[in-house]
């Protein structure tokens, strides 16, 4: 191992690397080398088009931006980009890194934000509010962030002398061509503090040294950058212990460790670095930035010996794709391997007829949830998930892996109305796994709803009638924050054998898909008196949201904020109601996961 030493800014800072023979002694570059070349062909340079990173600086209505944080924000981008080239070299991607938006004089542009209320108005579920406020602002000089990667500093966090508390918005995403990161930010945040072992500081009353608290908190800012570029949690895998952390693990505990000599620090994997070198930001090209993608995975087969999983297949996309990467996620056993944290990555190349063959090896008899990423030329990625179990070494229980694909191939020729190959495929499926009986209950309601359409709309239905079940009469209007409104089921997601209804353990055949923000607007006419529901989060989804009944716009019901999959009964008066809206809003962190439903929505006079 060799240390050099980089300019930054009016000093040095130290940079361990690895030389590149031990890296690739390791690694073998087989994976960067065929990656670069595929994308080399597609790529094309945006030139003055091309992306930047665009950077905000978030104060509340009581508080004051500190003196210089400016050149202190600059100092931590600097540091941070270094770092990502650092990681795309040592990984065979080259000098790659993202660009800084920079103004004439060469300065980063960080756009100045002052929130419109205080800042106890701003806990960790209000992160979209931070958001809407800074792209009103970035909007003003024309940027939409909605086509952007944005990047949030925050001066939120509660300060009383050398102590730091408070849970305001602190995390990062992705979706189709956007990507934001809520970070924070404090005066003595800054790379020039990296090497310093006192004072003592203390972040939610743990104790840090200075230098402590800022890796933790720059790493927090490049991990949760990675996320807003479209990076999944993944850890390091044995045989890279000695190279210290991933970033997308736990790697922002430790980031620049090495300055203090208390560790080996924090690398960027190969399997991120794999996927960054297709985004905008580090390829430098917006080629089909703004087309629709397309993904299908075929010809699947899954085999287990000696502790590996293989798993081939094929994949056809639009655009193309150039490499899969498999995330193998085990139980949970503490914080530090909580939710996905401690998923191991594999990664594969396609070849150009879109077959790919990906191991993943020394699995131990423990269940684990599996998520196969493709990784498409500009910059997307569609991914599938399943599940399987370890039992010893040469035994495995795989066939969950082929009954969730198979169930989604049904899915995709029932949703492009090729109803006659998905009815074989879902009877065949059930004949294979009769066992199986959330995969039969599924596929006897996806047949069964065939034939099935809405009935008039609640002011049009007979008078003797005096029960009906919402979902089956026709809607004036409906809009859903994701997919399209749906009655009576879910949206098929990769990875699940169920489109039912679910809250909790309460499964209803009859409701309403309302992902936030959702309405769903019926004519009542004045000719019912009562509406029953259930409501909450879809099971298998995290998010949290608001459900409102208005009737004639106003107000009849509010639930609270729900944040868990526990179902919330309701039952509203709607005499005299003429337009019955029921209405889902997300919960004011975004709305990704905001899976919300309305179950047995009943009608009644």
């Not at 980063?108 to 205080?118: C, T």
């Not at 939409?144 to 966090?157: G, P, Y």
């Not at 102590?163 to 990507?179: H, I, K, L, M, S």
């Not at 509203?572 to 899976?595: F, I, K, P, R």
């Amino acid at each position: 191992m060799k240390s050099i030493h980089t300019k930054h800014f009016g000093g040095t800072l130290p940079v361990v690397l690895f030389l590149s023979s031990l890296i690739f002694s390791a690694w073998g570059d087989d994976l960067a080398r065929g990656a670069g070349a595929r994308l080399a062909e597609y790529q094309v340079p945006a030139g003055a088009e091309a992306k930047v990173l665009r950077v905000a600086y978030f104060v509340p209505a009581d508080r004051e931006a500190p003196p210089g944080y400016a050149m202190r924000v600059e100092r931590i981008l600097t540091d941070i980009q270094a770092f990502y080239r650092n990681g795309m070299r040592e990984t065979g991607f080259g000098e790659r890194t993202f660009p800084l938006d920079r103004d004439r004089e060469g300065r980063v542009k960080i756009y100045f934000v002052q929130g419109q209320r205080p800042l106890e108005s701003y806990p960790n579920e209000r992160g979209q509010d931070v958001r809407d406020e800074v792209g009103a602002v970035l909007l003003a000089d024309g940027v939409d962030i909605e086509e952007e990667t944005l990047l949030i500093f925050q001066l939120l966090l509660q300060e009383n002398g050398q102590r730091y508390d408070g849970t305001p918005p602190y995390y990062g995403g992705r979706q189709e061509r956007n990507g934001t990161a809520w970070v924070y930010d404090f005066a003595d945040l800054d790379p020039l503090n990296l090497p310093r072992t006192e004072p003592t500081v203390y972040y939610r009353d743990k104790p840090y040294s200075l230098g402590q608290m800022n890796s933790l908190q720059i790493g927090g800012v490049a991990h949760e950058l990675g996320h807003a570029l479209g990076l999944p949690h993944l850890r390091e895998k044995p045989d890279e212990a000695m190279r210290g952390r991933a970033l997308m693990g736990s790697g922002n505990y430790t980031y620049r460790e090495e300055l203090r000599d208390e560790g080996p620090g924090t690398f960027l994997s190969r399997e991120s670095a794999l996927r960054l070198a297709s985004h905008p930001l580090f390829s430098g090209s917006t080629k089909d930035l703004a087309s629709k993608d397309e993904c299908s995975l075929t010809d699947l087969q899954v085999a287990y010996r000696d502790r590996c999983l293989e798993l081939t297949g094929t994949v056809q996309t639009v655009p193309p794709p150039y490499a899969v990467v498999a995330y193998t996620d085990p139980p949970d056993v503490d914080k530090e391997t909580e939710a996905d944290y401690d998923s191991y990555a594999w990664p594969a190349l396609v070849d150009q007829d879109g077959r790919f063959r990906i191991a993943m090896e020394d699995l131990e008899p423990v269940h684990y949830d599996l998520r196969l990423a493709v990784c498409l030329l500009n910059g997307g990625a569609e991914t599938y998930f399943f599940d399987f179990d370890v039992l010893n070494d040469n035994e495995a229980q795989v066939d969950s892996i082929l009954r969730t694909w198979g169930f989604g191939q049904a899915l995709r020729d029932w949703e492009a109305g090729d109803y006659e190959e998905a009815e074989q495929r879902l009877r065949s499926l059930t004949e294979q796994w009769p066992e199986d009986a959330v995969l039969r209950s599924n596929a006897e309601h996806l047949l069964q709803s065939a034939n099935e359409v809405p009935g008039p709309a609640p002011s049009a239905v007979d008078v003797a009638v005096t029960n009906a079940a919402l979902s089956r009469l026709t809607w004036d209007a409906s809009e859903v924050g994701w997919l399209e409104p749906l009655r009576d089921r879910a949206p098929f997601e990769e990875g699940h054998t169920s489109i039912l209804l679910q809250v909790g353990d309460r499964v209803c055949e009859r409701g309403l898909y309302a992902h936030a923000p959702a309405r769903h607007t019926y004519r009542l006419d004045k000719k019912w008196e009562r509406l029953s529901s259930w409501c909450g989060l879809q099971a298998g989804h995290e998010g949290s949201v608001i459900f409102v009944v208005l009737g004639d716009g106003t107000e009849l019901y509010r639930s609270g904020l729900i944040t868990n999959n526990v179902p919330v009964a309701l039952e509203v008066d709607v005499s005299g109601v003429d337009l019955l809206s029921l209405v889902v809003e997300d919960g004011g962190d975004n709305n990704q996961g905001d899976w919300g439903v309305w179950l047995a929505p009943r009608l009644a006079r």
